[in-house]
């Protein structure tokens, strides 16, 4: 079945530096949402990307949907404490094509 | 607000002891779902409901049954919870059924299987 990979599986900085983490099929998407969990907390919807190449921005997050739309990142920039959390992307798939979510990234921001 | 809501939001059962969860939504969405996250991991689709029609994925355990009496609530019932099934189970909705659709989810409840 689909499987959508992320790398890293964690990543920890510092303060005010930057953090990207990336999003792999092994199939063509029609769209990928990225959603954030605080820890102890729930899934929130960031973003959806629908196009080929395209870039959205939100405040210190841009998001990127690769040419072949097999791939995306979320780069952000300047990490504040509360960027702290586990960043999923998420594609349709499996048997009712709905919502299958990348393995994740969780980010620890050191102050 | 309008929003997703569990109850409760811990549950503790014994081994065998068959379990409902439940989840209400002020959104007036179309589409309510169930997931399963346990540590660590990505949250996992066990199965949604459009309207009334239930779909189940393919490797959702028979253990794991639904029931959507009317548009707002939605429970999971786990009949005979075994120590694997010890997980955060979360609620989402989305406003319609195509893949496109953001999902709003709920604060999930954590269930403990003694």
């Known amino acids: 079945g689909q499987q959508v990979m992320q790398i890293p599986q964690y990543q920890h900085v510092q303060e005010g530096e930057d953090f990207t983490t990336y999003c792999n099929s092994s199939?063509?998407?029609?769209?990928i949402q990225w959603y954030k969990q605080r820890p102890g907390g729930h899934p929130v919807f960031l973003i959806q990307l629908v196009k080929s190449g395209e870039v959205k921005k939100q405040k210190r997050l841009t998001f990127q949907f690769g040419e072949a739309k097999k791939n995306s990142s979320l780069h952000i920039t300047a990490t504040q404490t509360t960027d702290v959390g586990t960043y999923f992307c998420a594609a349709p798939g499996g048997a009712t094509n709905k919502l299958i979510f990348g393995t994740g990234t969780l980010l620890a921001v050191q102050p | 607000d309008a929003m997703v809501i569990q109850n409760p939001r811990y549950q503790v059962t014994q081994f065998g002891k068959p379990v409902t969860l439940s989840c209400s939504q002020t959104?007036?969405?179309?589409?309510m779902y169930w997931y399963q996250q346990k540590s660590s991991q990505a949250p996992k689709l066990l199965f949604h409901?459009?309207?009334?029609?239930?779909?189940n994925e393919a490797d959702t355990p028979d253990n794991f049954q639904s029931r959507r009496p009317n548009t707002s609530f939605c429970f999971l019932d786990i009949r005979s919870p075994g120590l694997g099934d010890a997980a955060m189970y979360l609620c989402a909705t989305s406003r319609t059924g195509n893949s496109n659709q953001p999902q709003h989810f709920g604060d999930g409840t954590r269930l403990s299987i003694l």
């Open positions: 199939t063509t998407l029609s769209n």
């Open positions: 409901y459009y309207d009334k029609d239930f779909n």
């Open positions: 959104l007036n969405h179309n589409v």
